[in-house]
């Protein structure tokens, strides 16, 4: 069983930043694409970021140029760094690993970001 904790989320100001944290409960993170989701109040969820094993990124259209996902899987660790922060970004923000093999997915329990004035 992988366990996923984020932390990091909080209120912030139109315009302000946050760095989201996950922390990964696993032998050997790289073998995971790990995913950025967010899901605001009565919408699904949707994907914000992925990166993969090799550092690939990919990136949902309202977060280019804004956030930025990464990974240290010596630590077993994953990252969002959210810049320029919109009122449209507030959400419960969520960290999916996905197996490569075998497609297992997890997921945290999520951390709650809110952008207003």
């Known amino acids: 069983q992988v366990q996923l904790v984020e932390s990091g989320g909080g209120w912030v100001q139109p315009g302000g930043s946050l760095r989201l944290s996950c922390a990964a409960a696993?032998?050997?993170?790289?073998?995971?694409?790990m995913g950025w989701y967010r899901q605001a109040p009565g919408e699904q969820r949707e994907l914000v970021a992925l990166?993969?094993?090799?550092?690939?990124?990919n990136y949902a259209d309202s977060a280019k140029d804004r956030f930025t996902i990464s990974r240290d899987n010596a630590k077993k660790m994953v990252y969002l760094q959210m810049n320029s922060l919109k009122p449209e970004d507030t959400a419960v923000y969520y960290c999916?690993?996905?197996?490569?093999?075998?497609?297992?997915?997890?997921w945290g329990q999520g951390t709650q970001v809110t952008v207003s004035s």
């Open positions: 696993v032998s050997v993170l790289s073998i995971y694409v």
């Open positions: 990166i993969t094993n090799s550092g690939t990124t």
């Open positions: 999916k690993a996905t197996k490569i093999i075998g497609r297992s997915e997890y």
